[in-house]
């Protein structure tokens, strides 16, 4: 029986040992990681909460309760002592009368593994202290007395620095005063280091120093005593405040420093531009012609050197705003922001330039193998052009237009291949451009492409080439430029016209020059001549005509043909061959006075315009060879015959 209650006392200490235990570590791990969040009462800090209460996080309850505080302090009527601590199924809520401040659970002591009665009694303490303690430092009398004691201090520091100021100025004035008399040089074997006005210069400023220092920290330590006395200021610190003081004014004083000297560098220049005008500043001529004068260059030379240093003082502020607003605590979210607005697009320009780098590579190898490929092409067709290389069916003339063709479709090609590489090439935007683009040059290229592919077919029909004497349409002239798109014409009358490629396409094309060489142009005239002379006469009149005139061939030899037997006339057509079709209209004019001086020589009379014969008793103009024997020339009758 005793061996049977040793085992139950054993069994039960060990029982309670482990749930004590297992208590101990559950407290532990709900501690571990959790942060907690301070319950304050003007500055200072009463408790924290570490656990959440349902739905409401342990910073929240920490914020509702410190609210809660700062209003019932506020409520003077309302005696601190008059909170009490009520408890209802295992929670603990610390109540101004309706009003409940705080609540303690079952999880804020398993967590401080300290009851929750003992925990509540503990705030309730704090709480009512902290509330006394608020209404006594805001209360009239403690107004009254810390403004007094503010307008004390105030009254003292002005006195102060106003009497620090005048021994120092006194003490400045007889150290300057001592160089004359009192301060001798520094010297060492002869050699002056510190002259006397050197010597009282650093003394002097020594001074200075200390007067600026003393100054400081009285300043410094009466700023520390008024914000001791105001509860609302009582916490800052002071320290971080006046070391960016003492930053603003060395960045101040830096910022003079640098202006000064922008503006005497600003002003040195100014002076080497003025002393360039006429030596490296001169007028700007383009053969002959003045483009730009030189007071035009100095007026821009000018501007550019203003909008320079404009630009630098705008930088150098913006870079000492963002330095001052890093001073002071409160303000260095502000630089950062001031900072990031130049640091996040050079960022984002750099992270974009370095992205795009694999891509810049692609472009610069497919622009090159284009390049040389297209390079290729053109000494290709350059030795085609020349005859070096050829083609059976594939003239030489054709070797520069249809490099032009193909050199097109290889920029197009390349513009193809790089375009996917470009950046922001699959954006929306971009995409959407594109397409505007493409449809402006659809809607407003549809002439120029007919033009353009009418000029691919002119190139492979050779109906032409340049210096040809053509006739398109009602224009005849030389030809002076052909290109994709329009063809050139120079007239007889020195008047060029440009004609588009689809309308010489869509007209019929005289070429003069294409058999000029071989056997030669025929250039034909037309004369009408009388019955009373024979054909034999004329035709011999009209071959002496065209060999007599120059730029018409002797081989093949000028023909002449008869072409009409008109009512009064016989027309006779004069055809010879030349090979000048460029001077057409000179070699017709000298035909035809050719034709005429032989024609007078000969006393034939050209029947051009036609004469009307009367032929009642005239002699008939049929040759003599040819009439009968018997003829005899009629008697002119005047009387009409019944």
Known sequence: MATFVKSSLIFLLLFFTAAASSRVTDTISIRTGLKGYPVVSSADTLFFIYINSGSVSASNRAESISKRIKTLALETDFPADSLVVNEFEGFFEIAAGETILMQVTPKDALFSGVPAAEIAEDAITKIRSAINNRRIEYSSKTVITNSLYTFGVLILLTGFIWLMMRIFTRLIEKIDNWKSDRIKSVEYKGVEFLSPKNFSGILAGTARLVLITILAGSVYYSLVYIITLWPATRGLNLIPYVAGVFQLLLYSFFLFLIIRGMKVFRSAVHDKVKAMRGSIIRPLTLRGIEVVSEERLMGLTKNGITGLFFSLWVIIIYVYITLIFGVFPFSRGWSASLVSFILSPVLSLWSSFTGYLPNL?????????????????????????????????????????????????????????????????????????????????????????????????????????????VKIADTMGDIVEKTLLVTRIRTTKNVEITVPNSMVLGNHIINFSSSAHEPGLILHTTVTIGYDVPWQKVHELLNAAASSTEQILNDPKPFVLQTALNDFSVAYELNAYTNNPNGMARIYSELHASIQDKFNEAGVEIMSPIYNAVRDGNQSTIPEDYLPKDYKKPSFNIFKQS
């Open 361 to 469: 590579f692609y472009i610069f190898i497919i622009a090159a193998a284009f390049y040389y490929f297209n390079k290729f092409i053109g000494f290709l067709f350059h030795e085609i052009e020349k005859g070096t290389i050829q083609f059976s069916g594939f003239h030489n003339e054709w070797a520069t237009p249809t490099y032009k063709v193909v050199r097109f479709l290889i920029i197009i090609l390349a513009v193809i291949s790089i375009f996917p590489y470009l950046p922001g090439s699959d954006s929306p935007i971009f995409q959407g451009i594109s397409v505007f683009v493409g449809l402006l040059l659809s809607l407003g290229s549809s002439s120029a492409i007919s033009n353009i592919v009418a000029g691919v077919v002119l190139t492979y029909m050779r109906p032409f080439k340049l210096g040809d004497r």
